[in-house]
């Protein structure tokens, strides 16, 4: 009985030493990225010196150099440049719209692009438009409604919805497919509302398709301003005749040569199973892509740099993946996965940042119950800095390729509120991000993998 009763206690004991030391480490490493932090000096470089980093363009290139040269000077036991080919479009001119009330009066609007989308004739379109929330509105009206008019898509992103992930989620389709269900019934063009929450003037760019049309049948498509989508849609209700006029000149060329940056610290005892922390370098144009994704770029590179700063060894092999393409083809990411199954590499975990520099709020896991279990007893570890969100759900669009039966995924939630007022537009930008969140951000996920490189997967 007093034997057992003496294991109990040491038990407790270790136990508790444990917790202690795990504390320790949590607070070291985040004292260090809020003290001596690389993260925002990086971010600044990427975003002020080199700017937007759309695949293809002189800007990625830029982008990896820095990058990769940056990881050198970090003393990591690996630097390589993974080679993915990715696609390439140009936005050519600024475009330009405008609503028609009668000939000759015009009232100017603010729109841009899609990325992927076609160029309109050298001339412009000029066509009466049909607004719908949706693609079963679209069905509804028909071609004999539709035919040789501009199709206006003007559903909002959900305003009661907390999370604005969902909320973008919910009508991102609209930008996405567009294009597509309109031409089934002959629309000349497609503009959709931004999606983003509030009303202003800047437009929001993002990926689309055209899945099989060829390329002679597809119809131009660009976003319209949240406030200009109002006044256009207030326009319709009083004169279904007015006419939008709009005019871009994108184009898309041959794809090119690009590279993923990675860069590793090899593990001491388990050097096979990797851990791989990441954000995509690439970026839309419009803005430098301060948030999406420079933030979970510098922040990905700093989790490598504030282990080897607070001298933990890694057991695991810990790899920095940027990845290239995420933004109109997520090449990238796939390119990443499909080596990473060629070389039979044994990824335990992967943790990815692209959803803005904000304060970090906390995680969602893609795993198992018997990990997210273990996820939750590390959450008094957070609490100190007022991370409390751990839920299950998605990972990010760039690790998902590596997804297996029993690792773990998981992507870094800041909180939300703000991100869409910046994503894919041109106020994403190094003045909107946060210096202090963005090293909290980082020091979080370097906690997060430094957990799981201690106590591994179950």
């Known amino acids: 009985m007093i034997r057992t009763f003496a294991l109990i206690i040491c038990l407790i004991i270790f136990t508790n030493l444990k917790a202690q030391t795990d504390e320790a480490t949590i607070k070291k490493i985040y004292n260090t990225s809020l003290t001596n932090g690389k993260s925002y000096d990086w971010l600044n470089h990427l975003s002020n010196q080199i700017g937007s980093r759309l695949s293809g363009s002189l800007g990625a290139e830029r982008a990896i150099t820095y990058t990769k040269e940056e990881l050198e000077k970090l003393g990591l036991d690996k630097v390589w440049l993974q080679p993915v080919m990715v696609p390439r479009w140009v936005r050519g001119a600024k475009e330009y719209a405008y609503i028609e009330t009668i000939p000759g009066k015009t009232n100017t609007v603010n ?70 269900e309109a031409s089934k019934y ?29 390329v002679e049948k597809r119809i131009p498509a660009a976003a319209i301003s949240t406030k200009d989508a109002e006044v256009l849609s207030t326009m319709l209700e009083l004169d ?102 060629q070389k039979n590499e044994n990824h335990v975990f992967a943790l990815e940042s ?30 100190p800095y007022l991370i409390h969100y751990f839920e299950k759900g998605g990972s990010g669009a760039d690790v998902g390729p590596l997804k297996s039966e029993k690792n773990v995924l998981a992507g870094l939630r800041p909180d939300s509120q703000r991100y869409f007022d910046h994503h894919h537009a041109s106020n994403d930008t190094f003045d909107a991000v946060n210096k202090r969140e963005l090293e909290l951000g980082a020091a979080t996920m370097t906690a997060l993998v430094y957990l799981f490189d201690k106590y591994g997967i179950k």
């Open 240 to 341: 279904k005749n007015i006419k939008l006029y709009f005019k871009q000149n994108c184009k898309q060329l041959a794809d090119v040569q690009s590279y993923n940056v990675i860069g590793e610290i090899t593990g001491s005892e388990f050097p096979n199973q990797y851990m791989v922390v990441g954000g995509h370098l690439d970026s839309w144009d419009l803005g430098d892509g301060s948030h999406d994704d420079g933030a979970g770029v510098v922040q990905s590179m700093e989790v490598l740099r504030l282990l080897k700063e607070s001298g933990i060894k890694p057991k695991r092999s810990i790899r920095v993946v940027l990845f290239m393409n995420e933004e109109n083809g997520l090449r990238g990411g796939n390119k990443y996965a499909e080596e990473a199954k």
């Open 111 to 180: 729109i841009c692009a899609l990325g992927g989308s076609v160029a309109t004739p050298a001339l412009g379109i000029k066509a009466k438009i049909v607004e719908v929330n949706n693609f079963e509105e679209l069905a509804t009206l028909g071609k004999e409604t539709i035919e040789g008019k501009i199709v206006f898509y003007n559903r909002p992103m959900q305003a009661d919805l907390i999370s604005t992930f969902d909320a973008y989620g919910g009508c991102v389709n609209q930008r996405y497919k567009g294009a597509v």
């Open 354 to 383: 692209d959803a803005g520099g904000f304060t970090p709020r906390g995680f969602s896991f893609d795993c198992n119950d018997a990990n997210f279990n273990q996820v939750l007893s590390w959450q008094q570890l957070f609490k």
């Open 186 to 214: 002959g629309a000349v063009g497609i503009i959709v509302r931004s999606m983003n929450l509030r009303l202003d003037d800047l437009p929001h760019t993002g990926s689309m398709t055209y899945d099989d049309i060829p």
